[in-house]
Nanobody, 123 residues
Framework: VQLQASGGGLVQAGESLRLPCAAS?????MGWFRQAPGKEREFVAA????????HYADSVKGRFTISGDNAKNTVFLQMNSLKPEDTAVYYC????????????????????WGQGTLVTVSS
């Protein structure tokens, strides 16, 4: 599975960005992770297509929305009310299987990764 993410850029605090990610094949779980400078990569959001369910990190809940079109193998991360601490490289990830809820935040569960797109939020 190949993943192509895009949509990153430089915005001011309070503004919005939408990150699209297209997969070359159908997957049952797609997610977003991010890595800020000097920090480890962390979970942001995920969607499980079979019986659609969405999941978010506490730090983005209420501001970010993950959505998409499973038939088109595409997922979007809508990021509103951006903060400087959201500055990071954002990675799209996918798994062929439906990841169980308890493991949805684990990088190890996702076998496929996109190249990353940089989001910079200025204060």
């Amino acid at each position: 599975v190949q993943l192509q993410a895009s949509g990153g850029g430089l915005v001011q605090a309070g503004e919005s960005l939408r990150l699209p990610c297209a997969a070359s094949e159908r997957t049952l779980t797609m997610g977003w992770f991010r890595q800020a400078p000097g920090k480890e990569r962390e979970f942001v959001a995920a969607v499980r297509w079979s019986g659609v369910s969405t999941h978010y990190a506490d730090s983005v809940k209420g501001r970010f929305t993950i959505s998409g079109d499973n038939a088109k193998n595409t997922v979007f991360l809508q990021m509103n009310s951006l903060k400087p601490e959201d500055t990071a490289v954002y990675y799209c990830a996918a798994a062929r299987s439906r990841i169980i809820l308890s493991a949805i935040r684990s990088e190890a569960q996702y076998g496929y990764w996109g190249q990353g797109t940089l989001v910079t939020v200025s204060s």
